[in-house]
């Protein structure tokens, strides 16, 4: 079947570095996505990975290892607006987009 | 552009009424996705719709219906509304032809927020 794991929630400092993990499981593959969504709001897209390896936008880097089934966030500089959920997701074919339940990040001072 | 749009915003039903809830895009997407989300569940896919009068039942499709007569409108009906039904329901859509951005790269509208008592 189709599955995706990542932690519930995760603490870190401001101005620190945090990295978020996501494993997944599915027949079927073609991209790995990161959305994030502020409590109350829409989703919004953060990444999508394709390749295997790092892809870096700004604060925000996306890792992806399509033979483990593994990827990660990594948000670098924490600014106190970055609390929000962190929404694993991967693309399986057929127009359709498989999420994960999300990470709860609090940033803290 | 205002993007994805969902009205309306908040409401409360009574057990077994009925409402439709509407989804518009003006990117001139052509998929476009209902999804609900609750607490430890995350987005659930209710149904979606691959282009103008095509829809396809999603991960939790029952209690729902959908019409799709225009490419900018997707509509979600709730014919009988349950407690079951109480949720945050989100509007979605991807894919416009001829850009560069991979078709599953989904924009979200500001979501419903729908009380069954």
């Known amino acids: 079947g189709q599955n995706i794991d990542q932690p519930t929630e995760m603490t870190a400092t401001e101005g620190a570095i945090v990295q978020i993990n996501c494993t997944y499981q599915?027949?079927?593959?073609?991209?790995l996505f990161w959305y994030q969504q502020h409590a109350g709001e829409a989703p919004t897209f953060l990444s999508y990975n394709v390749l295997d390896g790092l892809e870096e936008k700004g604060r925000f880097s996306s890792f992806l290892s399509r033979s483990k089934g593994y990827s990660y966030l990594l948000l670098k500089e924490l600014q106190m607006k970055d609390s929000a959920s962190y929404l694993c997701a991967f693309s399986g074919g057929y127009q359709k987009v498989t999420f994960g339940t999300g990470t709860k990040l609090q940033v803290i001072p | 552009n205002a993007g994805v749009t969902q009205t309306p915003k908040f409401r409360v039903l009574k057990t077994g009424q009925s409402m439709t809830l509407l989804c518009a895009q003006d990117?001139?997407?052509?998929?476009m996705y209902w999804y609900r989300q609750d607490p430890g569940m995350g987005l659930r896919l209710i149904h979606y719709s691959v282009g103008e009068g095509t829809t396809a039942k999603g991960e939790v499709p029952d209690g729902y219906n959908v019409s799709r007569l225009k490419k900018q409108n997707f509509l979600l009906g709730l014919e009988s509304a349950a407690p079951s039904q109480t949720s945050v329901y989100f509007c979605?859509?991807?894919?416009?032809?001829?850009?560069?951005?991979?078709?599953?790269?989904?924009?979200f509208g500001p979501g419903t927020r729908l009380t069954v008592l």
């Open positions: 990117m001139n997407h052509e998929y």
């Open positions: 599915t027949s079927g593959f073609n991209g």
């Open positions: 979605a859509s991807s894919y416009s032809p001829g850009r560069r951005e991979t078709t599953d790269t989904q924009y």
